[in-house]
């Protein structure tokens, strides 16, 4: 298992929500049981060396949840996440876990690059100050070390003539691929992409596919959660299907394509063929 | 409080607001009993008995008493106030009430022995006051002017200033109040600015005035006026002729 | 020990001071919403004039120290013949000068209705007047309150600034006090303390109306 | 016309008081700065003690008005062996007053910033210290920009009540000129239009970085 | 002419609006040309007493706009649009139109009834609230009289449980309805509905088209914006197809939805035959 990139052992994740309480009752310190949503029941996955995971499911199901998880996004309740054969955020203390230190976790989380949906690039500095700026604060680069490894990895994407624009002067398609080229940079052993075009215009969706494809192409392992199938298809290595905080369903695309076992994995495949979007 | 001065013409006691900055000991009114007190309060007390007057008071800072006089917040400024021909310029004033000088505090430990030593310090006086104009001879090395004597003399205490130039009864009378051994009077010490005190009305209001005038008149003649003087630690020194 | 018995003996001096505080606080806030609420329509209205008048009148008062504002009302005004007590000049200055404040508040909650309210009553029989007297006004108070409110705290603390207008509110008795016994730190202390005593409650009830009036929405 | 060129004859002695006033506000704001954004990380810190503390300073000093707080600083602070000349007093009572208010812009403007910088910047290895100092702040300061600017403004007007502690700014210098002059009208007519002098364009240059930084966005 | 009771004829209207200018320009007081959009180009169009017409268009194509220059929320450049026969918000003066006072404007709005995408119901008052205002405020009927109509009319459209509901604890569904209620209460000659169920969940679509239909059934006169395809062909008497700011075809829905002449017309029916929604 220690030459898995990322090993999910059995974990639990609950979110507890407070209630929303009236006017009163917050004045007078009263606090209503806190409401509590198991949202990740057991999982276990493996990813190794270069593969490519396509995580399927239906909305709220737990797939970012999952991802966040990964990365110390959010805490967890029990089990393990390893990424190269370190726990992330935890130290294992008589096999509890107990929180890192945060300089550790962010060392640590420089193995895995992640990629949102609302890309979430950087609003105060260009394209290439947002490539350049993880390089020089967390990696401790040079400027002009910096600043041509960040040209490379934009050209990379196709966005060698945009490095000068802010944020609110790209399109979706163009943000998505300087966060790419923002997580690709800091070379990390996995990227993962969390629907990475479902808040792009149909006509975008393409470019960023298109890259997302050449990256896996060269051989970088990655886990994606997205709702285009038929892009599902054609890249994943595995695909994993998640319901009600659980994996239900693993294996090859031809074969979870072609011949689904679980009823949710028919139910999502059949509504995507029916409807185009 | 203002047109109360026509008041009165139907047999009605008549009301007249004095203006003042509260300043013990020269008119104010007293935390304890409420009453107008002090050498100028006391003194028009007995003024306005004799003419049967109501007596209101307004309290102002010093600087702006005679803007409040002309802006008739007021009838009469009863506060210690030095006849000066700048301020017979706005307002008119009564015979002389008393006399008295400026006096010099600095704190208790300084070497100054007369106000020719405080060239180069740091000087203060109350707005408005004649001392202003003093203590912009005496080449202090800065000066600055506090609202009140109260803040002037907690200056000195606090070492904000090295040296206050302002009535001698007051400073006097303030280390009576409140005994205080990081301050001291220089003494002796010979006023630059012996002054003539009296209470200023509106140039308009010369009635009242002539009133004022007889009823001080009065006053001077009984003992009751030196009575007056002394209670607050004044003498025959400060008698006006 | 000696010093929390000088300062609590000080209170009961200053409570006589609070009524006036109250007064001033409570009249000029009736003016500054009053005539706030009407620069805010002159300023959003058609007529070119009334809004010159409108937007000279606040940057006028939001340009000049409310100090100087008093100064001038107390002082100044009765050279032309209007002379005012302290009190009342108190009253107009603060409620002045919060005018131009709260003229702005109206201005933009009036304007953050959505058009579609005044839409949806004009094409219901409203005329413009009424649609924005009787729908738009009406949900601008709700989005203004929290402002309003937090306004009024910051006038109940500017009141101190009518000492220097010889109104007798808490500071100036604490003046006046000092004066006379030159307890310096236990009558500024006391003072300090006072006034917390009466914005601290307010601001509470302002957070509180604020989220009963969201709540509302 | 004698009004009018009385009242000019009064600006060159005011004028002379506005290196002071600048002084102030400039000395004033710089400490506001960096007392606001620290008392701003204070309240939004993990530690207990710390958020206590900034919510306490934050209250006590709203709570009371600035003209109390620069009367305690300059008179009361002494008795505990602070002795600070006006100047300086004045700048430290601004800058305090100021801070708690810039606290809670920081505040808010920190917690305005999306969550997805933050987490934007932890998955790509930066701590969460550093996700504040390089990512979070820096974005929340263009959001801070306008109120900051409009509290610089009231600061600038605020000077008017470092008058009170001796330091002879425009009101100050105004209330000196009048018990020698006893030109009330002119005096203080001259001194309400140098603060709308000083406070107007400085409106304008806040109105325009707003824009400026609302369009960079 | 005069027995119809909307009658548009030959208008036009344009928008003007200014180029966003930059900082600059602005604190300079430099001004751009504006930019001119005609939106409408002559358009007429009739409607007779208990005609329900739809009007149908791709975005952008004028339809909103027509709506409201019938109700002078909008002022308009040439032409004139008489309902029962009155100019609406002006007068005619010399063959010119001039501004009418905003209170005879007032008065002449009651006769036509608007029902809005956004419902715009006054979010300050219950639905039982927002029905009765106008009928109080402009038709200064008594606060006995005002509810008993109000209630009948929330009543007619089902919500007469839901009285008490400020907006904000209605569903869409239930908003749009209680809009229709209060412009219904104010008993107009002619309703205009302009998109009225396209803000709503597919699922709340429903009791709204029912709620209309049956209006239509009762003989009110009806203008209606829609892109409910099926909808518009079971209640229209009329259909009136608007492209790029001109009335391009019109008849009834069995030759227009059957048999259409203009490409537009057979564009957008082909379009909302192959996508559902
Ligand atoms: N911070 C949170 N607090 C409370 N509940 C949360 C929180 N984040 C997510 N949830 C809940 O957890 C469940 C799973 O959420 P998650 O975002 O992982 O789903 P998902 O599979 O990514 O769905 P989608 O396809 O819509 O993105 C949902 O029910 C969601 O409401
Ligand atoms: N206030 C306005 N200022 C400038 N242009 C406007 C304005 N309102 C509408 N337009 C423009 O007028 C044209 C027609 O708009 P309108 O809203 O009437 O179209 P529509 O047929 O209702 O479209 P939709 O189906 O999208 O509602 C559009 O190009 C629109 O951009
Ligand atoms: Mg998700
Ligand atoms: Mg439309």
Known sequence: MADNIINVHEVHKTFVSEDKQSLWDRFRGRTHEARRVEVLKGVNLQVTQSETVVILGSSGSGKSTLLRCINKLETIDSGRIYVHGHLVGYREQNGELVAERASITAKKRTDVGMVFQHFNLFLNKTALGNVMAPLRDVKKMSAADARTKAVHHLEMVGLGDKLDNYPTKLSGGQKQRVAIARALAMEPAVMLFDEPTSALDPELVGEVLAVIKRIAEEGTTMVIVTHEMQFAREIATRIVVMDQGLIVEEGPPEIIFTNPQHDKTRALLSRSQTSPN | AADTTDAGADGAARTITIATSNDAPFSFTDATTGELSGIDGEMFLAIAEQQGWNVEVFVTDFNTLIPALVADKADVIVDAMYITDARKEQINFTDPWYMQGEGLLVPAGSTVEDRDDVAGLVLGAQTGTVFTDLIDTLGGSETQYFDSQAALITAVENGQIDAAFTDSAVLAYSLVQKPNPKIKLVSPYEAYFPGTIGAGLRMEDTELLADINAGLADLKATPQYLEILQKYGLGEDNLSE | ?217
């Open chain 3, 1 to 217: 020990m000696e010093f929390i018995t000088d300062t609590l003996a000080v209170f009961p001096a200053l409570f006589g001071a609070v009524p006036i505080v109250l007064q001033l606080a409570a009249g000029a806030m009736l003016l500054a919403l009053v005539l706030g609420l009407l620069t805010a329509l002159a300023r959003i209205s058609q007529s070119k004039v009334l809004r010159a008048v409108a937007v000279f009148f606040v940057e006028v008062i939001r340009g000049t120290p409310l100090l100087v504002q008093l100064v001038y009302i107390f002082f100044v005004l009765p050279s032309i013949g209007i002379a005012i007590d302290p009190v009342p000049a108190g009253i107009l200055g603060l409620g002045i000068n919060y005018a131009a404040y709260l003229s702005e508040v109206f201005r933009s909650a009036i304007l953050s209705v959505e058009a579609g309210q005044t839409e949806a009553a004009l094409s219901l029989g409203y005329t413009p007047t009424k649609a924005l007297w009787r729908v738009v006004i009406p949900q601008s108070f709700v989005v203004s309150l929290g402002p309003i409110g937090n306004y009024f705290i910051a006038m109940v603390k500017d009141t101190a600034l009518t000492s220097v207008i010889a109104v007798t509110e808490i500071l100036k008795t604490a003046n006046i006090l000092n004066s006379q016994t030159f307890q310096t730190t236990e009558i500024y202390t006391a003072a300090a303390i006072l006034y917390l005593m009466l914005s601290l409650p307010l601001a509470r009830i302002v957070v509180l109306m604020e989220r009963k009036a969201r709540s509302r929405g």
